[in-house]
């Protein structure tokens, strides 16, 4: 098998030389090729595709952005990372987009290494290349037809930060790009904590009116076929209960991460069903070209370089979990709260719905001190999620 | 490199902790009452909390409560204690805890369920 590839492109010869030989160490890895501009990078491309693509923001001529825009239409599986110092705020929402992973300018050696290496692993066990070509292709997730009114009531005049919030803990796209955005300073300070709430407080109105406003330009949801739609709509209702009933059974610590991943659970079917054109889908087995929604989510949410306990939680969804006493973690507390929402949505024990297992998790100590009548709350949120097909309070 | 603070009023018990995560190349802070354990948190904000039930004045379940009462994020809590006494891990759990080890003290558990804990937290984004 031949050396991963990366590509480093910077106008400055004094960057690309630093970046040369900072990263000697990495020769016997990694085969590195150096570009002067965008352009010269799609040349390189063109003829030989490399693994990952590292682009300074500010070049004359084609800028990041549109340089790493390109990269994505004509090789989606190449992995986008922006490394870059000050940028106006206009480059920082168009690359914001166009992006997978941002560095700031001075980054050490072993912050960048460490990114490269992480976009070097696929996580599709069965379909790596295949999970790649479709998430790698994915700028921003569009909003579900039902719901675009409420992003689209975020860009107007009479928005504030806890309204901003409480509708990007509704919807998938935005949570998953905002928790994309939140570890990297360009987008504004780091938030206190991963929760959405956080993020957007962080990050300012705003930040966050402009980055909703360019994704959701870039990708309306439309042409859904009204099979995918009901799809759709099935499964944010489920991400949405489940979300809500997890809130209770995770502990504290791990809320923010639990709530995250249960709202992005099938966050493949979105891309697969709507954030990228074409593919053959066959929404019974719930693949796109033969590759499962699940494989696509994950690899998306690795990608975009999410808390390794959201995406853990996420792969982990419908892998039977056996805690020990010491306490449910992330995973588990999601699994747990989808298992008890399926069983609601099923009305009443049923043989496809892991009861056993159910039991099991349901006995842990950390659930049990809750005394709680948990089918009573899975029906509870499944009701909030159901009757609210948009989701303003 | 992740910072860990660990609360126990018994000195022995401290220092086998403080060793065994030190040479897993953890930041080690110690508390060895439950309110300097409270400060410790509110100056420091550590990224994981080991806290022993059974200590003298404000106990482990005086310390969570203040400690959860803080704003920001929440900080990540073990509690543990070898006292078998019979309501303790219900109370532990119904007070907010993350983590719960009610088997007599062993280090080595501790260890690998805060390995298990951090290097699943740690995310490579320019950080």
């Given amino acids: ?393 | 490199m992740a910072r860990i603070l660990v609360v126990d009023d018994d000195p022995a018990i401290r220092q086998l902790l403080i060793d065994v995560l030190e040479m897993e190349g953890y930041e080690v802070g110690i508390a060895a009452d439950g309110l300097s354990a409270v400060q410790a948190v509110k100056a420091s904000r550590p990224d994981f909390v080991v806290l022993d039930v059974m200590m003298p004045g404000l106990d482990g379940f005086g310390v969570l409560s203040s400690i959860r009462a803080q704003p920001g994020e929440p900080v990540p809590v073990l509690m543990r204690t070898a006292a078998a006494e019979a309501d303790a891990d219900a109370r532990a759990w119904a007070s907010g805890v993350d983590y719960y080890l009610p088997k007599p003290f062993d280090a080595d558990a501790v260890l690998e369920l805060i390995d298990g804990v951090l290097n699943d937290q740690a995310g490579a984004n320019d950080r």
């Fill in chain 1, 1 to 393: 098998m031949s050396r991963p590839s990366i590509l480093f492109v910077d106008d400055e010869p004094s960057i690309l030389d630093g970046l040369r030989r900072s990263l000697r160490g990495r020769r016997g890895e990694w085969e590195m090729a150096f570009a002067a501009g965008g352009v010269e990078a799609l040349a390189r491309l063109a003829q030989s595709p490399c693994d990952v693509v590292v682009s300074d923001m500010r070049m004359p001529g084609m800028d990041g952005a549109e340089l790493l825009t390109h990269v994505c239409e004509r090789h989606p599986e190449v992995g986008r990372v922006v490394l870059s110092g000050h940028i106006d705020p206009d480059a920082t929402i168009r690359v914001s987009i166009a992006g997978h992973r941002f560095l700031t300018k001075p980054s050490t050696v072993e912050d960048l290494v460490a990114v490269i290496e992480q976009m070097l692993v696929r996580t599709s066990a069965g379909h790596a290349g295949a999970a790649r070509h479709i998430a790698g292709a994915v700028r921003a997730i569009p909003a579900l037809p039902a719901h675009t009114e409420h992003i689209e009531a975020l860009l107007g005049p009479d928005v504030d930060l806890s309204l901003a919030a409480r509708t990007a803990m509704r919807d998938v796209g935005l949570t998953a790009k905002l928790l994309q955005l939140s570890n990297s300073r360009f987008f504004g300070s780091r938030p206190r904590n991963s929760s959405i709430e956080s993020i957007v407080h962080s990050m300012g109105l705003p930040m966050v009116q402009a980055v909703v406003g360019a994704a959701h330009t870039l990708q309306p949801a439309t042409g859904l076929s009204p099979a995918a739609e009901e799809h759709l709509e099935a499964v944010w209702r489920h991400a949405m209960a489940t979300a809500t009933l997890v809130h209770r059974i995770a502990s504290p610590a791990n809320r923010p991460h639990a709530q995250a991943a249960a709202l992005l659970q099938d966050v493949g079917a979105l891309v697969c069903l709507a954030a990228v054109a074409g593919g053959r889908v066959d929404l019974t087995a719930r693949t796109r070209d033969d590759v499962p929604f699940a494989d696509v989510g994950v690899e998306l949410l690795h990608l975009w370089g999410l808390h390794p306990p959201i995406i853990t939680a996420v792969a982990q969804r419908d892998t039977p979990q056996s805690p020990d006493a010491s306490g449910l973690g992330v995973a588990a507390s999601v699994r747990t709260a989808h298992l008890l929402i399926r069983r609601a949505e099923s009305a009443g024990p049923g043989a496809d719905i892991h009861d056993e297992e159910l039991s099991g998790l349901l006995s842990h100590p950390q659930l049990r001190a809750q005394a709680l009548d948990w089918s009573a709350a899975a029906d509870e949120a499944l009701r909030d999620a159901g009757e609210r097909p948009g989701f303003h309070r």
